[in-house]
């Protein structure tokens, strides 16, 4: 199904997975801050991408750069000169647009006028500040719109210290910066977001069979985390669209509720930024092949994700709604890797005699699960809230507990219930939750 992005946006204020910024305050467009259960999620989708292109990786590290880098690194990588979108701003009621988003390049959309727009002039997306106390030229200082860059600067540092051949991937996590014109669509598009990227350096007649293998690598990342197979696609860049570095690109697009629209990038880079960062640093940034006795620029190919805009698309995928017993239940069916919450403990009521007993059984597994007790409301709306949370699996701990040492297992998918021995309920768990 596909869900209204007013729905995820109230589920998301509702139950806590994203509030606005500077709320208390008004506001801030476009800004977005994660509540405890959007800051699991995000956090959870971060750990899943760097399991499958780290962890399960012998040819693949990781690494963890500075925001704030050396300006010439913008310089040299192209950025300074070329990052940048064409803005135009409308005479008649002053909005400005990005005028490669406009349905209509010579309509306002905001105020509907026609060859009402200024003439398009390029806007740099990156923000800057200043290091130390005096804001000068020459301690101007850009914050990162891109994390590859961290990665193409200690590109030779990783490979000989960690002794890498071709071929070879660095990852990195981390907050990126855009000066987006328009920022938009909930946390789609904002200013400041997380980007999950990997430069794959390969021999140059090797780049298209790495574009092709990571592609299929992370479309099927995307399927094995559930996502339904309907809402992705992947789609070729226009030779218009490319980046000022790339060679070929591909989206791997989701189908939004505004229609498709990008999730992810994969490009090939060839050697544009090493071989701009050994010019610019005088640095031999080539690899040395010894058997060959050759030296050379190694081709880049780079899977580019926002952790954030992925976030969303997963909790717009997992949306669901069904009739059960005359009413609606929303439930998000998150995999158990993403979900916020993984368990939940219930106690039937909140008498002493299953209270101590079952904060206690709580208190087990969290060592093992992330997990939410709950002692609020009725048993049937505490099972509605870990549906519309995601919680795979809600264990209720009731009168029966104490005599047979089980309790109930609800599934959240399919509402059916087991009766399990608190003795194997760590197995039953980890069997279900796919963590053995
Ligand atoms: N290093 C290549 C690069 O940065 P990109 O296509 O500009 O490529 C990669 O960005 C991914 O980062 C996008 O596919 C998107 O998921 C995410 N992203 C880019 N700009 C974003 C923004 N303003 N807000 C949220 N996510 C963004």
């Known amino acids: 199904m596909t869900v209204a992005l007013e729905t995820i946006v109230n589920l998301s204020k509702r139950r806590g997975f994203v509030f606005q910024s500077s709320e208390i305050y008004g506001g801030i467009r476009s800004t977005y801050d994660y509540g405890p259960l959007g800051a699991a999620l995000l956090r959870n989708v971060k750990d899943a991408w760097w399991r499958s292109m780290v962890q399960y990786r012998d040819n693949v590290v990781g690494l963890d750069s500075a925001i704030i880098q050396a300006r010439t690194v913008w310089q040299a990588s192209g950025h300074e000169d070329t990052f940048t979108d064409p803005l135009v701003e409308c005479r008649n009621c002053n909005a400005r647009h990005r005028l490669d988003k406009l349905d209509d390049p010579d309509r306002c959309p905001t105020c509907g006028k026609s060859g009402t727009f200024t003439e398009p002039m390029q806007f740099n997306l990156m923000f800057r500040t200043h290091t130390g106390p005096v804001e000068s030229d020459e301690n101007m200082v850009y914050l990162r719109p891109e994390t590859a860059q961290g990665i193409f600067i200690n590109y030779e540092n990783v490979r000989r210290t960690n002794r890498m051949q071709l071929p070879f991937g660095i990852a990195q996590v981390g907050k990126s910066f855009r000066n987006e014109i328009t920022p938009g669509q909930f946390v789609f598009r904002t200013r400041e977001f997380d980007q999950m990227e990997m430069e794959f350096f390969c021999r140059p007649e090797e780049a298209s069979r790495w574009f092709a293998y990571w592609q299929e690598q992370r479309l099927n990342w995307y399927l094995d985390l559930g996502m339904d197979k309907d809402k992705l696609r992947i789609r070729p860049h226009e030779e218009d669209e490319l980046s000022h570095y790339a060679a070929e690109t591909v989206d791997i697009e989701f189908a939004f509720p505004w ?13 544009f930024d090493l071989k701009a960062h050994s010019e ?13 006795d050759e030296r050379f620029f190694p081709y880049v190919i780079e899977p580019a994700a926002g952790a954030t805009r992925l976030t969303f698309a997963f909790l717009m995928d997992a949306y669901h709604t069904e009739e059960v017993g005359g009413e609606t239940r929303v439930v998000l069916k998150l995999h158990p890797h993403l979900a916020p919450y993984q368990v939940a403990v219930l106690p039937l009521s909140k008498k002493p005699e299953l209270l101590g007993p079952a904060s206690e059984l709580a208190d087990r597994l969290r060592r093992h699960y992330m997990l939410e007790f709950d002692v609020t ?3 049937g709306r505490r099972y509605r809230r ?40 760590t197995e039953y768990l980890d069997e279900r939750l796919k963590l053995i």
């Open 259 to 271: 229609g498709w629209d990008e999730l992810e990038g994969l490009a090939n880079r060839t050697d």
């Open 280 to 292: 610019v640093s005088g640095q031999d940034l080539r690899y040395y092949d010894a058997e060959a």
């Open 377 to 379: 409301q009725s048993i």
């Open 386 to 425: 870990q549906d519309e949370i995601g919680t795979p699996y809600v264990v209720t701990y009731d009168f029966d507990s104490l005599d047979d040492s089980a309790v109930t297992v609800r599934d959240r998918d399919t509402m059916a219930q087991d009766r399990v021995s608190i003795d194997r309920l």
